[in-house]
């Protein structure tokens, strides 16, 4: 009994050595994020729009 409660002690001590900072990583993945989502975005209004102006032009042509 008293080696399970000095385990316990131990491990109560040591988990606050686990509890790091991490909010600067947090940030820079959040604005990571984004600005892969921001390019995602306009990649995909880019594609967008050469298709449409693919079908214009392809159906100017057959008029």
Not at 11 to 34: K, L, P, R, Y
Request: charged letters at 10%; hydrophobic letters at 55%.
């Amino acid at each position: 009994m008293k080696k399970l409660s000095v385990l316990l002690a131990t491990a109560v001590a040591s988990g606050s050595t686990f509890a790091a900072d991490h909010s600067a990583a947090i940030g820079s993945a959040v604005t990571e994020g984004q600005a892969n989502y921001t390019l995602v975005v306009v990649g995909l209004i880019g594609l967008a729009a050469i298709g449409f102006g693919l079908r214009m032009m392809i159906g100017a042509m057959r008029s």
